[in-house]
């Protein structure tokens, strides 16, 4: 029997390493401009067309490349990197793996021109799938310019499982947004279908985040320092109120190298503990410099995951650096332990009241002092206080009780039913005892946030957030549908500036957004006009913040793989629906209940929350029963 273990033939072999090194247009984003940094460059300029799906070139003034290196940076394994496996416990470069050139070359048609800095000629390479077309002396400048056209040309199923060029810019922007804020002191470019996205000179860290987010940021940024024998570390988190709903803005770079880490997230995240609104996440861009035989960079060929030697160090060092900063430039509560023993003495820990801020115990204890002498109003006003709890008590006891009308003989009456709502009318929303139509005591909130509704086998529980976002993501559907939505025209026009990143993806949406109302035009590069606004929305007076949330919302929901108007109508109901703790009225409720029954499927909401809950009063009994 013939043997059957064979080795594989290269290129074969390169395409399965390809699969893992190269993902995206932006995988080949990373490793080009990683080899541009690692060459010495000063300066890297990317240009981009069709999101890469056409070409990706990247030119660098680095110390270019002999013919030999050249031939040889398309092989499998080759680098100039590393030597020994010791070695592996010293890297201070990007790359060392010697995997990306041949993975690139390997699935796209790849154009090389180099020129050392000490040669008059340099030389052009020309490979399509692995295969060297052409190897020849030509002119060119110092340095490196590499142009992959066509990615996944030959693995159409790969190029087929890219998403939309939105999606893969957006990724491109991101690895490109890495780089550069690592590299502050290198002169970075991008240009998308010949216009320019980002020209970033060189500059400091601070000067390199405001040139890449905007100058918005320029008061948004804490600076972070802390150095020790075992780390040191510095950079920038952003204040509490500037925290936004998706995880975007949050960067780790160990020894110049961005990196993903839960472990070190939740560190951050721990040291603004109470300072944050719920649901949403702080900016940072937090720098570790350690000795490279502490972390072990080789888990994965991304290179984004290390392993540090003693995690728990670094994360209390990053915790307490972060902590220490904060309070330094006045963002969290401290206390004043140089204060009057006998003053402290004399009052009940702060710490342990619910709701305590520095701020308000201080008032609270100087409002105490001042009016020592006025007792008697004091007393007074702790009576109406108790007497209010009392009957607000009464109130709630009252509307328990009344959840089902008892006859004289202690028997549930009959006539305890829901109330009555436009969807009532429709008989296919009846259950088989009519429960739903007929007359019924009013809904009521609970916490601001769920609302109690009645029926006659019990009670629903509705949460209003999910179901104002299903009524909503059913009627934008709609209305993209019918293309013509009403537009309340804006008696004084807002202007909104966006990051690089925001402002092409609301390019791309503009035109389904003004669909749903919205009559927004764009306004010099990254600005926008917004000259009105959806009729149903009102005047909220702070449409630069709708459009942020929107945007975070639609950034969310991209990698679901829904289509534009999906994304759109998701992101938009998530994004204006009314949350919870807000109050409303009675009516407001009546409405929000038919509504929602009204509409096709009122069980749940766009991203799977339930919108109800059925309570049936024969389980609540049991739940009595001893």
């Not at 699969?19 to 010495?40: T, W």
């Not at 104002?468 to 013509?484: A, M, N, P, T």
């Not at 679901?560 to 109901?573: F, G, H, I, V, Y």
Request: with cysteine; charged share 25%; aromatic share 8%.
């Amino acid at each position: 029997m013939a043997d059957l273990i064979q080795l594989l033939p290269d290129a074969i072999a390169n395409q399965i390493a390809a699969g893992e090194v190269i993902q995206r247009p932006a995988s080949v984003v990373k490793e080009l401009m990683e080899n541009s940094i690692d060459a010495g460059s000063t300066s890297v300029k990317l240009i981009v067309k069709d999101a890469g799906k056409t070409l990706l070139q990247i030119i660098d003034n680095g110390c270019g490349m002999s013919e030999t290196d050249a031939r040889m940076a398309f092989e499998r394994h080759a680098t100039s990197k590393i030597r020994q496996s010791s070695d592996l416990f010293a890297i201070r470069t990007m790359g060392f793996r010697g995997e990306a050139m041949a993975s690139i070359a390997a699935v796209a048609q790849v154009e090389m021109r180099t020129r050392r800095q000490s040669e008059e000629l340099g030389h052009r390479l020309v490979i399509e799938g692995s295969e060297i077309k052409t190897q020849e002396p030509c002119q060119g400048t110092a340095g490196t310019n590499t142009s992959v056209k066509n990615l996944f040309f030959n693995v159409p199923a790969r190029r087929n499982f890219l998403k939309s060029n939105t999606v893969e810019m957006r990724h491109i922007i991101d690895e490109f947004q890495r780089l550069a804020i690592a590299n502050p002191d290198i002169f970075f470019s991008l240009h998308h279908n010949n216009a320019e996205i980002f020209h970033l000179p060189p500059g400091n860290l601070r000067q390199r985040l405001i040139a890449l987010f905007g100058s918005a940021y320029n008061k948004r940024l804490v600076p972070v320092s802390e150095e020790t024998d075992a780390l040191k570390l510095y950079g920038f988190v952003g204040k509490p109120e500037f925290a936004k709903k998706t995880r975007g803005e949050q960067f780790f770079f160990v020894n110049q190298r961005f990196i993903k880490s839960g472990y070190l997230n939740h560190a951050v995240v721990s040291a603004f503990e109470d300072l944050l609104p719920a649901d949403t996440y702080p900016f940072y861009a937090i720098f570790i410099d350690i000795d490279p035989a502490r972390i072990d960079i080789n888990v994965h060929p991304t290179k984004q995951e290390i392993k540090f030697e003693d995690e728990k160090l670094v994360y209390n060092y990053l915790k307490v650096a972060i902590r220490h900063s904060l309070g330094q430039y006045s963002i969290m509560p401290t206390l004043d332990f140089d204060q009057e023993t006998s003053f402290a003495a004399n009052r009940v820990t702060p710490a342990k009241q619910p709701g305590f801020t520095v701020d308000s115990y201080t008032r609270e204890s100087k409002a105490t002092a001042d009016n020592n002498s006025n007792r008697d109003i004091n007393y007074s006003g702790e009576e109406n206080r108790q007497q209010n709890n009392l009957d607000n008590w009464q109130r709630l006891y009252e509307g328990e009780m009344a959840f089902s009308e008892m006859t004289d003989d202690g028997e549930e009456s009959t006539d305890s039913v829901t109330i009555e709502s436009e969807w009532s009318k429709d008989n296919t929303l009846d259950d088989d005892t009519k429960s739903f139509s007929r007359q019924q005591r009013p809904p009521y909130q609970v916490h601001t946030s769920y609302i109690v509704s009645h029926i006659k086998s019990g009670f629903l529980l509705i949460d209003q957030q999910a179901a104002h976002e299903r009524i909503l993501y059913e009627d934008f559907l709609r209305v993209l549908d019918k293309q013509s939505a009403s537009s309340q025209k804006q008696l004084f026009p807002k202007t909104i500036h966006l990051t690089v990143a925001d402002a092409a993806m609301l390019r791309d949406i503009i035109p389904q957004i003004n669909l749903l109302g919205y009559d927004i035009q764009e306004f010099g590069q990254d600005t926008f006009v917004i000259n009105g606004i959806p009729a149903e929305m009102g005047d909220h007076g702070n449409e630069e913040k709708a459009i942020e949330i929107l945007l975070e919302q639609y950034k969310s929901n991209m990698e679901l793989r829904l289509d534009t108007k999906e994304n759109l109508a998701r992101s938009l109901a998530r994004s204006t629906a009314i949350k919870r703790g807000q109050a409303l009225t009675i009516e407001e409720m009546q409405s929000l209940i038919d509504k929602l029954f009204a509409c096709e499927l009122p069980f749940t909401s766009p991203n799977g929350r339930n919108c109800f809950i059925t309570f049936e009063l024969d389980d609540l009994a049991k739940r009595f029963e001893g």
